[in-house]
Nanobody, 128 residues
Framework: QVQLVESGGGLVQAGGSLRVSCAAS????????MGWFRQAPGKARQFVAN????????YYADSVKGRFTISRDSTKNTVYLEMNSLTSDDTAVYYC?????????????????????WGQGTQVTVSS
């Protein structure tokens, strides 16, 4: 089992920045890939970014490329999502996800069903 706890969400003005974190615990040595997804009211859960556990490879959705950065701190078993130039379209609940199944090319892992464990989510609201 892997437990994921997100934090760092909040209210930010358009054009601003925010960093959300995901602390992993439990059998983290089985974790191959970590990802961030988001879900706005009335919309499907949307892929944002993912990273392999070594941190050497990352992949982003086109909608956030160049604005968001995913990273990890292995000493803290924590994954971060740094979000810049935020717009109202970025308003959503942000979820952290972990994959413990066989690793694969990051760009092929953009569906929620590709991941095995989920956090409870953290709300990010961008005011215009």
């Amino acid at each position: 089992q892997v437990q994921l706890v997100e934090s760092g969400g909040g209210l930010v003005q358009a054009g601003g920045s925010l960093r959300v974190s995901c602390a992993a615990s439990g059998r983290t040595f089985n974790t191959n890939i970590m990802g961030w997804f988001r879900q706005a009211p009335g919309k499907a859960r949307q892929f944002v970014a993912n990273i392999n556990w070594s941190g050497s490879n990352t992949y982003y959705a086109d909608s956030v490329k160049g604005r968001f950065t995913i990273s990890r701190d292995s000493t803290k078993n924590t994954v971060y999502l740094e979000m810049n130039s935020l717009t109202s379209d970025d308003t959503a609940v942000y979820y952290c996800a972990a994959r413990v199944r066989t690793t694969a090319i990051l760009r092929s892992l953009s569906r929620a069903s590709d991941y095995d464990y989920w956090g409870q989510g953290t709300q990010v609201t961008v005011s215009s």
